[in-house]
């Protein structure tokens, strides 16, 4: 991928993008993998002068990203968009929520929403950055673990048909999860631990800059 002067990248998505931005101390990128892709990007080129923004929210699933797409990602005409969002769809299956309105959606939904962000970003000309969803769980017949694969194969498609570059996550994770116990990777097996807030962060910037890190 190409960089040039004051190019605008946003990041978009749930509580794993979101990653406390709003907390004062964490502000505005948070302290999630935003915050280490962003840096290292700036550090790597600090005369470009990389303008870096962060609009993740918390338990937002495709429905709610969809809603706020307009404000939060189409009038902010970035240069880059990067998305991850996905396991909230899935989660909310599973794990009880206390807002009853918040239920999950399925993966055709979850295609169409998609699909329909992805056609307005499409139009800005805006490049694509698609990350796999992902779930720290080494058993691949675990129920919530089996249902993700219908999401992973909607960005796998997406990510064709709108010519985004994919960040293959879960992939990613499974190399390496006969290695590292998945409580290392997350307490609940959704929100990561820092360093691998920071482990995100290399897989995303090795595909944006073509290993080149």
């Not at 280490?36 to 923004?53: H, M, S, Y």
């Not at 295609?111 to 800005?124: F, K, Y």
Request: aromatic fraction near 10%; glycine fraction near 6%; include cysteine.
């Amino acid at each position: 991928m190409k960089w040039h002067y004051q190019q605008k990248i946003l990041f978009i998505g749930d509580s794993i993008t979101d990653a406390l931005r709003r907390e004062k101390a964490y502000a505005p990128l948070g302290c999630g993998y935003v915050h280490f892709a962003g840096c290292f990007l700036q550090a790597k080129f600090p005369e470009l002068d990389l303008q870096i923004e962060n609009r993740g929210i918390s338990g937002d699933t495709t429905r709610e990203l969809l809603a706020r797409w307009k404000e939060d990602c189409m009038d902010l005409r970035p240069d880059v968009v990067s998305i991850l969002v996905g396991i909230n769809d899935l989660w909310r299956g599973y794990k009880p929520v206390l807002e009853p309105h918040k239920t999950p959606v399925p993966p055709a939904e979850y295609e169409d929403n998609l699909r329909q962000m992805l056609s307005g970003v499409q139009r800005l000309g805006s490049r694509l950055i698609l990350m796999e969803p992902f779930y720290f769980c080494r058993d691949l017949q675990e129920p919530m673990r089996r249902g993700l694969d219908a999401y992973l194969d909607v960005v796998h498609r997406l990510a064709r048909d709108y010519r985004a570059l994919l960040v293959p996550l879960q992939k990613a994770y499974e190399r390496l999860s006969s290695q590292v116990p998945d409580e290392r990777w997350s307490e609940d097996r959704v929100h990561p631990s820092m360093w691998a807030h920071a482990w995100i962060a290399r897989q995303w910037l090795a595909a944006v800059l073509d290993g080149q890190i």
